[in-house]
Structure formats: structure tokens, C-alpha cells
């Protein structure tokens, strides 16, 4: 090997490598305060992955193999940022994704769950819950039903719904227990196919289904896969609002929301279960 092959195979075994990497500190720095400072940075939104971004650009700006495709990365990333908290497309995009066939009367609400923390909700099945309460208030069906999974420790929704409807004083005679089949892991399929089990000894017909607006399209196709006759309708959510101009913090929860169940639905029709 000659003596100088080695420092072309790495840019930090040339002079002037600590520059670069400063630089590169330096440009991320500014980036990141000066979108922090416009109000565009919400550490529980895109924080995390944004700074892995730019600590992965800075990393490789080491390198000069890799320096362009870093920084074309994270050039890309900024243009989708801006793009989502800048314009529209977020809430127009989730606005044609939701599925909502209104909360016509059934024999049962079905409330899907969400995860849970151990003793408490977290904040989207708070949402559904809710919101299935007040459809059974409002009388849509005499019965209401929540989901969930005594095997898993994230997911005890069949349990904390009846419990907090018990610690607020509603009563708790509408609730039907949720009969699940056993699995480590619950999901919407598995739900639509617990449900089917159930469904013709207890003689429903029609159920609602209630979830998360941007879960709406796999519910209902998961549902009816099943055999169900399931209407479905989106609970509001506490992270964005579609009947306003939301925030740039709430564009960024369509986009996730968008995202992810597009993964999923194809997964799903993969499986054959859409």
C-alpha cells in the first residue's frame, strides 16, 4: 500500500477535517435555532428525528464520498418540512384519507383501543373513549363495546374504559365485556375477527366503530373483510383539527398519521385482510 492511500479513504485523516466538521456543526446549529425560533420545532412532534438528521449530515460531511448525499438528504428533509408546515396539502390529504359514515343508529359501539399506559389513557384513546361515550349518550346504540388485550401491558383499553366510566359515575350496564382472541399482540384485524366471533350468538347486526380519523379507511376495510357490518366515525382529535387552519405542529400529526397507516393499509391488503 502506498503512503498515501490512506487519507484518500477518509476525509478526518486530512488536514483541514476539523474545519469541515465545525462547519457542518455550525450550519446544523443555525438550522435548528433558526426553525425553533419561528415556532416550527415541537420536541414531541419531529424534534428527535430532525436531530438525528442533522447529527448523521455532520457526520458524514467527514467523509467527501459521502458529503453530497448528506447534505442532498438533508436538504430534502427541510424542503418536506417546509412543504408541511407551510401549505395545506397535510389536512387536504387526510381530509380525502378519513372515512366517516356518520354515526347512523346501530346495536353496538365498538370504541377501538389505542395504547394505554398501565392505570391510565393515553391522549388519542382518550379521545375515542369519549367520544364513544357521547354517542352512547346521545343514544345511537343501547350497547358499547371496548377493545383491547389483557396480554399485553400497552394495551388494557377493555379494562380502564369501564373503570374510569365507573370512577366518574356513569353507569357501567352498557358495557359489553370484549371477548379477544388470544394473541401477544392485538390489531385491528384481530379485533374485526374477535368481534366476528361474537357477533351472531349476541345477534348485533349493524355496529359503529369509532377510532382515530386517520385510522378510519383500514378500519372499515378490516371490518367488513371480516363480515361485519361496520359503519365507521372519527372521533376529534386532540392533535390536529380538520374543520380549522391548523398549526404547523398539527400538519406535522397529519403527516405521521398519513404515513403510517399507508404503510399499513398496504400491509394489510398484503395479508389479505383489506
Known amino acids: ?14 488536514p483541514g477535517w476539523r474545519g469541515r466538521a465545525l462547519k457542518g ?8 435555532s433558526a426553525l425553533a425560533l419561528i415556532g416550527l420545532l415541537r420536541p414531541s412532534v419531529f424534534c428527535e428525528p430532525l436531530a438525528w438528521c442533522l447529527y448523521g ?18 436538504g430534502l428533509i427541510a424542503g418536506l ?9 397535510p389536512e387536504k390529504l387526510l381530509r380525502r384519507w378519513v372515512v366517516d359514515d356518520g354515526p347512523a343508529p346501530s346495536d353496538l359501539i365498538v370504541v377501538l383501543s389505542g395504547s394505554t399506559f398501565r392505570d391510565h389513557l393515553r391522549v388519542s384513546t382518550q379521545d375515542r373513549w369519549v367520544y364513544g361515550l357521547r354517542l352512547l349518550h ?10 383491547g388485550s389483557r396480554a399485553e401491558r400497552a394495551n388494557r383499553f377493555d379494562k380502564l374504559g369501564p373503570e374510569l ?46 377510532t382515530s ?10 371490518f367488513r373483510k371480516a363480515g361485519i357490518d361496520a359503519r365507521v366515525t372519527p372521533c376529534p382529535s386532540s392533535f390536529y383539527d380538520l374543520g380549522s387552519h391548523p398549526a404547523s405542529s398539527e400538519r406535522f400529526h397529519m403527516v405521521q398519521e398519513l404515513v403510517y397507516e399507508a404503510a399499513a393499509c398496504l400491509s394489510y391488503r398484503l395479508h389479505g385482510w383489506i
Open 57 to 74: 449530515a455532520v457526520a458524514m460531511q467527514l467523509c467527501r464520498r459521502w458529503r453530497r448525499i448528506a447534505w442532498g438528504g438533508a
Open 81 to 89: 418540512v417546509l412543504v408541511t408546515v407551510l401549505t395545506p396539502l
Open 138 to 147: 346521545q343514544g345511537v346504540a343501547p350497547r358499547i363495546l371496548f377493545t
Open 1 to 14: 500500500m502506498s503512503a498515501d492511500a490512506a487519507p484518500r479513504r477518509c476525509a478526518c485523516l486530512q
Open 25 to 32: 456543526a455550525v450550519i446544523g446549529v443555525l438550522a435548528w
Open 213 to 222: 380519523p386517520g385510522h378510519t379507511r383500514r378500519a372499515r376495510a378490516a
Open 165 to 210: 366510566m365507573a370512577d366518574i359515575g356513569l353507569d357501567t350496564t352498557p358495557v359489553v365485556p370484549f371477548s379477544a382472541r388470544r394473541t401477544r399482540r392485538m390489531t385491528t384485524h384481530l379485533e374485526a375477527a374477535s368481534l366476528c366471533d361474537m357477533a351472531p350468538p349476541a345477534g348485533w347486526g349493524r355496529v359503529l366503530v369509532v
